[in-house]
């Protein structure tokens, strides 16, 4: 299976920012949607960003103007900037993937932690 490898993660104050990597296996990365997904405690799993094989992204909402998702598929890296962060951007990032640039995110790495501080 393909495996994800988040870092990146850690403690920054509110308005500071972060960039955390995704390192993924196998030959196919560029192929793959790529996204970032995060759980704060006690919520539910939210889709933060998403980026096409193509280079299209998606963003929510409450992210939109502070993050950036990116790609490197020489490196097999996705990549989330995070600026202008706030404490609801609390939670645990999770970097995912969906073979064949579906809808289907089948691969998950093990998260990485991102605290803000107010």
């Known amino acids: 299976q393909v495996q994800l490898v988040e870092s990146g993660g850690g403690l920054v104050q509110a308005g500071g920012s972060l960039r955390l990597s995704c390192a993924a296996s196998g030959r196919a990365f560029s192929s793959y949607a790529m996204g970032w997904f995060r759980q704060a405690p006690g919520k539910g799993r939210e889709r933060v960003a998403t980026i096409r094989s193509g280079g299209s992204t998606y963003y929510t909402d409450s992210v939109k103007g502070r993050f950036t998702i990116s790609r490197d598929n020489a490196k097999n890296t996705v990549y989330l900037q995070m600026n202008s962060l706030k404490p609801e951007d609390t939670a645990v990032y999770y970097c995912?993937?969906?073979?064949?640039?579906?809808?289907?995110?089948?691969?998950w790495g093990q998260g990485t932690q991102v605290t803000v501080s107010s």
């Open positions: 995912a993937a969906a073979p064949g640039d579906g809808a289907l995110y089948r691969y």
